[in-house]
Nanobody
């Protein structure tokens, strides 16, 4: 059974940084396509970044230039480095995984991911 556990969330002031981590257990991490999503209260879950098995990454336009996704297959861990945080980045952040590649241009569609973590809260104050 694949399990995902996020960590690294917290409260920061605008302009600050956080690094989120997501540990995958129960299967071989390197076989999975991974993504980060976030959901603010009253809003739909949105894709933030995604990364393929070989490390090829894509980042949503809303966070491009500020967020970086990375994976360490040796440590079975996914990361999201978040810099220049803004109050609108406040949300619950989730990591997600699937062994199948997303459909074309659907890497930020939550329906493309089979496994989800419980989330870690990020709060950015102005």
């Amino acid at each position: 059974q694949v399990q995902l556990v996020e960590s690294g969330g917290g409260s920061v002031q605008a302009g600050g940084s956080l690094r989120l981590s997501c540990a995958l257990s129960g299967h071989t991490f390197s076989l999975y396509y991974m993504g980060w999503f976030r959901q603010a209260p009253g809003k739909e879950r949105e894709g933030v970044a995604a990364i393929e098995r070989d490390g090829s990454a894509s980042v949503a336009d809303t966070v491009k230039g500020r967020f970086t996704i990375a994976r360490d297959n040796a440590k079975n861990t996914l990361y999201l480095q978040m810099n220049s945080l803004k109050p609108e980045d406040t949300a619950m952040y989730y990591c997600a995984a699937d062994w199948e590649l997303p459909r074309w241009r659907k890497q930020f569609d939550p329906k493309e991911y089979r496994y989800w973590g419980q989330g870690t809260q990020v709060t950015v104050s102005s």
